[in-house]
């Protein structure tokens, strides 16, 4: 049986047995299926298969080693490997040094490092990063404020759909914070963001219908509707937001 049409039948360490016998480089989704067994089962077969790919110098399973190393908090084993794959061009590696950079210290010491990852992966269409170099330079936290490039930042991430990014980005209008005012784009962003399940723009949705505005009518039925609807979204999405 070919092995591309049988793998989703296949434990992934078996997978990983036969790329090997027939000495085919791994495809990423091949890759992530192991390190999902190494992650998931705890399956040594896989780990070491994760290894052995990372040996060979393939990106993807540095980083998913890299990964499955962070779960562990063994970070300093997780360095080395996200930084062997993002000098390679892989995003998410780069976005996870930026991480561990960023959380190295309370004080925001190593935040000028952990921007210079972050904007590798932004630079790459990385959502997360995106939304993490704007938020290092909306707040200057270790590195000097660019209101300017933050709402840069902001409006890539929201493009990507980051609900986060897009409430940020509607304030930005709002207020004309680093971009030319605009309160009908800023309630497109708003409204976005609320779409998308983000409890804070929910809640802020649910003031502007509660007073009313040049732009939306006064409905307080809606408004009370919407506030109970950022308060299931806060309960049920407190992880994902």
């Keep these: 049986m070919d092995i591309r049409t049988s793998r989703a039948l296949l434990p992934a360490a078996l997978l990983s047995l036969l790329l090997a016998g027939?000495?085919?480089?791994?495809?990423?989704?091949?890759?992530?299926?192991?390190?999902?067994?190494?992650?998931?089962?705890?399956?040594?077969?896989a780990e070491r298969r994760?290894?052995?790919?990372?040996?060979?110098?393939?990106?993807?399973?540095?980083?998913?080693?890299?990964?499955?190393?962070?779960m562990r908090h063994q970070d300093d084993r997780a360095r080395g490997l996200f930084l062997r794959a993002?000098?390679?061009?892989?995003a998410e590696s780069a976005y996870q040094l930026g991480e561990l950079e960023r959380d190295r210290t309370p004080d925001g010491g190593t935040n000028a490092r952990a921007a210079q990852w972050y904007r590798?992966?932004?630079?790459?269409?990385?959502?997360?990063?995106?939304?993490?170099?704007a938020l290092l330079?909306?707040?200057?936290?270790?590195?000097?404020?660019?209101?300017?490039?933050?709402?840069?930042?902001?409006?890539?991430?929201?493009?990507?759909?980051?609900a986060h990014a897009l409430f940020l980005l509607s304030n930005a209008y709002a207020d004309g914070d680093g971009v030319p005012a605009d309160p009908r784009r800023a309630r497109d962003l708003l409204e976005r963001a609320a779409d998308h399940e983000y409890?804070?723009?929910?809640?802020?949705?649910?003031?502007?219908?509660?007073m009313g505005d040049d732009l939306t009518p006064r409905d307080a039925a809606e408004a009370d509707q919407l506030l109970k609807e950022a308060a299931e979204h806060r309960r049920s999405n407190a992880r994902r937001f």
């Design 199 to 210: 409890p804070a723009a929910i809640q802020q949705l649910a003031l502007v219908k509660q």
């Design 50 to 70: 994760l290894q052995a790919w990372a040996n060979d110098d393939l990106p993807v399973a540095q980083r998913e080693l890299a990964l499955l190393y962070r």
């Design 22 to 45: 027939c000495g085919r480089t791994p495809l990423p989704v091949e890759i992530e299926a192991v390190s999902m067994d190494a992650a998931q089962r705890g399956d040594e077969a």
């Design 137 to 162: 330079l909306k707040n200057g936290t270790g590195i000097p404020v660019d209101k300017a490039a933050a709402a840069h930042w902001l409006a890539v991430a929201a493009q990507a759909g980051d």
């Design 120 to 133: 590798q992966a932004a630079q790459q269409g990385h959502a997360r990063a995106a939304l993490g170099l």
């Design 86 to 90: 993002a000098r390679r061009g892989d």
